[in-house]
C-alpha cells in the first residue's frame, strides 16, 4: 500500500477527483479523505485542501494522473511504514549484565 496527498485550491476540484478516484480506483471506507491544508506559519494561514488516502501500488499510475487532470499537486507519495521484521536467532544477544548472570549460573 501506499500513502498519497495532494493539494488542492479548489473544493470543488478536489471532490471532483475524489469521486473520480471511487470510480476508477478500489478504494475501500475510509482510506481516502478530504481536509483543510495545515501550516507551521501562523503569521501566513494555509490556504488550500489536501486529499489523502491509502492506495495500491498498482494505482499509484492512475491516481497520479487523476490528481493532475484535476488540477491537483502531489505533496507527498510514500509506501506504508511496516514494523521492522524480527531479528534472526542468530543476531539476537542478550545485553551484558544478562551475559554476566547466564556466566555465573543464575
Not at 505533496?75 to 536467532?89: G, Q
Amino acid at each position: 500500500m501506499y500513502l498519497v496527498g495532494a493539494r488542492f485550491d479548489d473544493l470543488e476540484a478536489a471532490n471532483a477527483a475524489i469521486v473520480e478516484l471511487r470510480q476508477r480506483i478500489r478504494v475501500e471506507p475510509g482510506e481516502i479523505g478530504l481536509r483543510p491544508l495545515g501550516s507551521l506559519r501562523y503569521d501566513e494561514p494555509a490556504r488550500g485542501l489536501v486529499v489523502a488516502g491509502r492506495f495500491g501500488y498498482r494505482d499509484v499510475p492512475a491516481l497520479i494522473e487523476i490528481i493532475a487532470r484535476h488540477g491537483g499537486e502531489i505533496v507527498f507519495k510514500r509506501a506504508e511504514w511496516r514494523r521492522p521484521r524480527p531479528l534472526s536467532a542468530g543476531t539476537e544477544r542478550a545485553c551484558a549484565p544478562c551475559q554476566r548472570l547466564t556466566r555465573l549460573g543464575r
